[in-house]
């Protein structure tokens, strides 16, 4: 059941136009990390810079490695430059 702020948070996105641009998103990083998207995934959109949470130290070097590329890569699948930065950051699970 969704609450009344998750319910006005939804609406706000949609007005502004963000759900659509925050699915595709999640696609174009998947279809641009591949396999790697099981251990690295978006968990925050601000502004123009992606904040990313790797399983382990590892992902996080390869998508700090690749961090150039994959901000090139991301903004194709967007008419106009939609990421500018990537965050990473190790999941704490516990």
Same mark, same amino acid.
């Given at each position: 059941? %969704?609450?009344?702020? &998750? $319910?006005?948070? #939804?609406?706000?996105? &949609? /007005?502004?136009?963000? +759900?659509? !641009?925050?699915? /595709?998103? *999640?696609?174009?990083?998947?279809? #641009?990390?591949?396999?790697?998207?099981?251990?690295? $995934?978006?968990?925050?959109?601000?502004?123009?810079? @992606?904040?990313?949470?790797? *399983? +382990?130290?590892?992902?996080? /070097?390869?998508? +700090?490695?690749?961090?150039?590329? @994959?901000?090139? $890569? %991301? !903004?194709?699948?967007?008419? #106009?430059?939609?990421?500018?930065?990537?965050?990473? $950051?190790?999941? !704490?699970?516990?």
């Amino acid at each position: 059941m %969704l609450t009344h702020v &998750q $319910r006005g948070v #939804e609406r706000i996105t &949609q /007005q502004l136009g963000l +759900s659509d !641009n925050l699915a /595709q998103l *999640d696609r174009a990083w998947e279809a #641009e990390v591949g396999g790697l998207a099981q251990l690295a $995934r978006i968990v925050a959109l601000d502004r123009a810079s @992606l904040v990313v949470e790797a *399983d +382990s130290s590892p992902a996080v /070097q390869e998508i +700090s490695l690749r961090r150039k590329e @994959l901000i090139r $890569r %991301l !903004n194709r699948h967007f008419p #106009e430059e939609f990421i500018k930065q990537i965050t990473i $950051r190790i999941a !704490n699970h516990g």
